[in-house]
């Protein structure tokens, strides 16, 4: 089995910054890839960044140059650092991570994080 544990939510000023933390743990050999995600209610789903395999990060168009996506290989753990954060980066966020299973199957499989609460507000 996998757990995601997501953590680093809260209440900020508009302009401050947060670091959104996704860890893996269990039947983990590594991370392929991640997505982050964010959800306001009665709105769908919005990815907001990705972290493929490649390794090239892809955002979408309203974070671009404030929000990073990155992992640690180390600690099998994913990363959304948040900068300049703004009222409308309100919502729930959400962690989705590829997981390379353990030997000898090394199966990659998806799994969502719990969500964790991002609100920006003075």
């Known amino acids: 089995q996998v757990q995601l544990l997501e953590s680093g939510g809260g209440l900020v000023q508009p302009g401050g910054s947060l670091r959104l933390s996704c860890a893996a743990s269990?039947?983990?050999?590594?991370?392929?890839?991640a997505d982050w995600y964010r959800q306001v209610p009665g709105k769908e789903r919005e990815l907001v960044a990705s972290?493929?395999?490649?390794?090239?990060?892809n955002y979408v168009d309203s974070v671009k140059g404030r929000f990073t996506v990155s992992k640690d290989n180390a600690k099998n753990t994913v990363y959304l650092q948040m900068n300049s954060l703004k009222p409308e980066d309100t919502a729930t966020y959400y962690c989705?991570?590829?997981?390379?299973?353990?030997?000898?199957?090394?199966?990659?499989?998806?799994?969502w994080g719990q969500g964790t609460l991002v609100t920006v507000s003075s």
């Open positions: 972290l493929p395999s490649s390794g090239k990060a």
């Open positions: 269990g039947n983990v050999f590594g991370i392929n890839g």
């Open positions: 989705n991570v590829e997981v390379i299973g353990s030997p000898p199957r090394f199966r990659l499989s998806k799994y």
